[in-house]
């Protein structure tokens, strides 16, 4: 596989809500594109280039999914964290959590409430499994949640560099 330019973080943080709107129309037709792409494949091109993108990737030196994106919260998030701050579960949704307008529990604001000043997660073990998962881009299956990772590019640097890179390795694969 051929590797882009390198990956910098410091570089694509600032001005990623801008970029990721330049590529609006470009993704979509992309992301479309991809729904007839092998899903064994996709998983497989994903996943390489997650790992290749996280193991330059430091999300503390980031934490935009924490400011940005607010996860939704389960009941099993709920008594994890409520035990963890050693409070009610009733006590925890009623200071931390509401309803949106999709019927789901999330945060009553963002960035998260447990997000420190230096991108820190003072809950980080017993955090959502939404954040566990944030970004989705390890999880087999990627051609059902494509449109999740299609919006996760405008949140995440990592997977705004993952989207480029796939667009280059299919690239490769139609020109040969």
């Known amino acids: 596989m051929s590797k882009s330019k390198a990956y910098q973080l410091e570089e694509l943080l600032p001005n990623l809500k801008q970029r990721a709107q330049q590529k609006r129309k470009e993704n979509k037709k992309f992301f479309n594109r991809l729904k007839s792409v092998n899903p064994k494949l996709l998983d497989q091109q994903i996943h390489e280039l997650h790992e290749d ?44 959590t509401r309803v949106d307008e999709d019927g789901d529990r999330v945060f009553k604001s963002m960035p ?44 995440c640097p990592a997977v705004f560099e993952i989207s480029e890179r796939l667009k280059l390795v299919l690239q490769q694969k139609r020109a040969r």
């Open 112 to 155: 998260c409430p447990f997000l420190g000043e230096d991108n820190f997660c003072s809950v980080y073990e017993q955090r959502p499994k939404a954040c566990r998962e944030f970004p989705h881009t390890d999880r087999i299956k990627q051609h059902q949640i494509l449109e999740i990772t299609r919006k996760n590019v405008s949140v």
């Open 53 to 96: 993108v996280f193991a330059q990737t430091d999300c503390l030196k980031c934490g935009n999914c924490c400011r940005t994106t607010g996860p939704l919260i389960l009941p099993k998030d709920v008594d994890r964290l409520a035990k963890h701050l050693k409070i009610k579960a009733y006590e925890f949704e009623d200071r931390y």
